[in-house]
């Protein structure tokens, strides 16, 4: 009873931090859309109505779309809202089969998104964070790719979260399947 009553714990806890992270995600995006948008239209009001450049704000721009997508995209990872070929998956007529190719690929993906996102993001950012940009001096290259690595780190903690989801799913006894043709 005690070792289920701790399992049930780690759930929730492991919950819990997805939802603060899910919500802390969503308010990053939500406010750079918004801000996105004010640099735009500020982008266009000062081209067509003062005749006035914006090499600033077009770079701004740029900048927070980037950010917007990489962060963006490790939210619906966490949703599950991924580009997802459910056709492997639902070739298995078993239930577990299912579950180990789910298992396969959620591995697999969290591979791709340490190596590349997170340890090629942070390789990114160390090589430029010496670097000024053009058109926003103040601002280093390597901030603007800090999105990189921190996309994969929040994209690495649900990759785990869905692994970890998986094999409890695994470990859960199977449910008795029924037959063809019999009624359900």
Same mark, same amino acid.
């Given at each position: ?12 806890? /492991? ?14 995006? $939500? =406010?750079?859309?918004?801000?996105? =948008?004010?640099?735009?239209?500020? %982008? ?5 109505? *003062? ?5 600033? =704000?077009?770079?701004?721009?740029? $900048? ?18 991924? /580009?997802?070929?459910? $056709? *492997?998956?639902?070739? *298995? ?8 190719? %789910? ?37 280093? =290259? ?43």
């Amino acid at each position: 009873m005690d070792a289920r009553l701790s399992g049930m714990r780690k759930k929730l806890a /492991m919950h819990t931090i997805k939802l603060w992270i899910d919500r802390f995600l969503a308010t990053i995006c $939500i =406010t750079l859309c918004g801000l996105l =948008t004010f640099v735009v239209t500020w %982008q266009v009001i000062n081209r067509y109505i *003062f005749s006035g450049a914006g090499a600033m =704000t077009e770079e701004l721009a740029k $900048i927070m779309f980037v950010w917007l997508v990489l962060l963006g995209s490790a939210l619906l990872f966490g949703e599950k809202g991924h /580009m997802n070929i459910g $056709i *492997f998956v639902e070739a *298995f007529s078993s239930q577990r089969l299912k579950g180990l190719f %789910q298992l396969s690929t959620d591995v697999l993906i969290l591979l791709f998104v340490v190596a590349i996102l997170l340890i090629g993001g942070l390789d990114a950012v160390d090589r430029t964070m010496r670097q000024t940009n053009a058109a926003i001096p103040f601002l280093k =290259t390597g901030q603007i790719y800090l999105a990189l690595p921190l996309s994969g780190a929040f994209s690495a903690f649900y990759c785990l979260y869905n692994i970890w989801n998986d094999i409890r799913a695994l470990l859960q006894p199977a449910k008795a399947e029924p037959a063809k043709g019999e009624a359900q």
